[in-house]
């Protein structure tokens, strides 16, 4: 079965910190896509970032970057100088290849609070 | 591009009484979309997968016959809440895949709809 695990339920930062968001997922399949996104009070999903399978190269956005391990099935997050703006609850998620369905599996999400 | 609207962004509703709330991609034709929930400081999960001119495949433990969902054009899905209970407050939110740019398996998600059942 597929899963993706969130194990920091919530975290608290004093802006300018660095923080790292982990994500671990299981899957049996070969072929499938990770995705971060981010939840701000409003409730709208903001779309991060995809990754596929085969693509283990790390990226980086501005003060965001992202860290994908095949060998350990992490894809952890990473916000330098964090901003108070960045404060949100930031969801990993899984999906399965498209001929299957392609259904997200999301992560229970964490809830980071930068503090000014 | 890739946007997703959904009405109404809020409801609230007496106890009994149906609810309906649409999702809709207004700039792109999407032969799947996804309705997900979510309960306070809780995960989305997912409902039922809609495709366009068929029955929606829902997830176990998800009552089809109280989430009536309806996807009658590649632009619109619609799902009903029928005869809602206090316990159905949450927050619905649907996605929908691109049908041109379905093998990134992206999904594009719209704003959410608050409801509330009193």
């Known amino acids: 079965a597929q899963k993706v695990t969130q194990a920091q339920t919530e975290i608290s930062v004093v802006e300018k910190e660095d923080v790292t968001l982990d994500c671990v997922y299981e899957?049996?399949?070969?072929?499938?896509?990770l995705f971060w996104y981010k939840q701000p009070p409003s409730g709208e999903l903001v779309f991060l970032i995809r990754?596929?399978?085969?693509?283990?190269q790390n990226e980086i956005s501005g003060r965001y970057s992202w860290n994908f391990q095949k060998s350990t099935s992490s894809f952890n997050f990473t916000i330098t100088a964090s901003q108070v703006v960045d404060s949100a609850v930031y969801f990993c998620?899984?999906?399965?290849?498209?001929?299957?369905?392609?259904?997200?599996?999301f992560g229970q999400g964490t809830e980071l609070s930068v503090k000014p | 591009g890739a946007v997703v609207s959904q009405h109404p962004s809020r409801v609230i509703c007496k106890s009994g009484t149906s609810v309906k709330i649409e999702c809709r991609s207004l700039?792109?034709?999407?032969?799947?979309m996804f309705w997900y929930r979510q309960f306070p400081k809780q995960s989305l999960m997912l409902m039922a997968t809609?495709?366009?001119?068929?029955?929606?495949?829902?997830e176990q433990g998800v009552e089809k016959d109280k989430f009536l969902i309806n996807h009658a054009s590649l632009t619109l899905s619609t799902l009903t809440v029928t005869s809602a209970h206090p316990e159905d407050s949450s927050f619905y939110i649907c996605?929908?895949?691109?049908?041109?740019?379905?093998?990134?398996?992206?999904?594009?998600f719209g704003p959410g709809t608050r409801l509330t059942v009193l």
């Open positions: 996605s929908a895949r691109n049908r041109i740019q379905s093998s990134y398996n992206e999904q594009f």
């Open positions: 809609s495709n366009e001119g068929s029955k929606a495949t829902y």
């Open positions: 998620a899984l999906s399965e290849p498209y001929n299957q369905g392609g259904k997200l599996i």
């Open positions: 899957t049996r399949d070969t072929t499938y896509y």
């Open positions: 990754r596929n399978s085969f693509d283990e």
């Open positions: 700039d792109f034709q999407a032969t799947t």
